[in-house]
């Protein structure tokens, strides 16, 4: 699981890309903290559903995420 933080808002999706397992919390966060980038062969993925951003039946696996005061609590 790979855990982000952008502008305030947590996302929690499987960390392995669904193309060759590349660990996704070793990519870039892009287009204004919606998008993960993978390291190894650049897919993207929107962080919000996890789907790819180009081919909508590739997809990661998403988490929900809640806060409690400094606690980030994944929901599975």
């Known amino acids: 699981m790979a855990v982000f933080r952008t502008a305030n808002k947590f996302y929690a999706i499987a960390n392995r890309c669904v193309h060759k397992g590349a660990s996704l919390c070793e990519g870039t966060v892009t287009e204004n903290g919606t998008v993960i980038r993978c390291p190894w062969h650049?897919?993207?993925?929107?962080l919000a559903t996890g789907e790819h951003c180009l081919d909508p039946r590739e997809k990661l696996r998403t988490f929900k995420v809640r806060t409690d005061g400094d606690r980030v609590i994944l929901c599975a």
Do not use: E, I
Not at 42 to 46: E, K
């Open 42 to 46: 650049n897919w993207s993925f929107d």
